[in-house]
């Protein structure tokens, strides 16, 4: 599959999203949940403002941030694939009073108001893309002034670093055979083809700061293997 082709990505997550939750748990030991909730508490939601979950998948973080922002706040969870929407939506029917309205857009038009979100998280989402940086310019044109921003992906590391080779075997010896044994090997195949042409740390905070956030910083976690951009509008 071509990397950052929107039809292909679209009917990607489409295939995976009934497997989705459960292999990311366990290829991430569960930590996907952790990494996600440091996110949220650092950006630190509250009661009554309005967050996107760009690239929401099947809802999880869109949840977190829901618990967040009441009284009085929404999260609207776009995402551009119909299945992991639908089990996204599937969720929002068990904690029904969470202020959630997920909808079917592409994170790179989202067609929503300029300066209307107080808060915005991506979880996975930039590396999919078919233009990360142009990703970076929605959620800096969606966040109003003093607005704050999450983007959690896989660190790109460089090609000759020992993370980078314990990276290559994480994705190449256990991501892909446990995903083939669920019947979506080349569904994850696909995300060492999708790293390669993912900007590292710095070229993220560089295409940030050329996108018109007065902050950025990336932080590396569990080792380097994943990172976090977080942005100031
Ligand atoms: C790896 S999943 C991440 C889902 C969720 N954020 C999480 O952390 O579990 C990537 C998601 O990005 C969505 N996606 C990819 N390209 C998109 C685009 N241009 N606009 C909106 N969503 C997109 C896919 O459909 C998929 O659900």
Request: charged share 20%; proline share 6%.
């Amino acid at each position: 599959m071509k990397p950052g082709d929107p039809a292909a990505v679209e009917q990607l997550f489409d295939a995976v999203a009934p497997r989705y939750d459960q292999l990311n748990d366990l290829l991430s030991l569960g930590l996907h949940r952790q990494w996600k909730r440091q996110l949220v508490r650092s950006l630190k939601p509250a009661a009554g403002e309005t967050w996107l979950d760009l690239c929401c998948g099947t809802g999880d973080l869109a949840m977190a941030l829901g618990r967040c922002v009441r009284p009085g706040g929404v999260v609207i969870g776009l995402d551009a694939a119909a299945e992991p929407l639908a089990i996204a939506r599937q969720r929002q029917q068990l904690q029904p009073w969470l202020p959630l309205n997920f909808s079917q857009g592409d994170a790179l038009d989202t067609g929503l108001p300029a300066a209307s979100a107080d808060g915005i998280v991506m979880a996975y989402g930039l590396r999919n893309l078919a233009d990360p940086a142009a990703g970076l310019k929605e959620i800096a044109r969606l966040l109003r002034p003093g607005g704050r921003a999450g983007v959690l992906d896989f660190n790109r590391l460089p090609d000759d670093s020992t993370a980078a080779s314990f990276q290559r075997f994480y994705l190449r010896r256990l991501v892909v055979p446990i995903a083939a044994a669920a019947g979506l090997r080349d569904q994850y195949a696909y995300l060492e083809q999708s790293l390669k042409r993912f900007p590292d740390g710095s070229s993220q905070v560089r295409l940030a700061l050329e996108s018109g956030f007065s902050a950025a910083r990336h932080r590396s976690l569990m080792s380097g293997q994943m990172g976090v951009l977080v942005l100031e509008r």
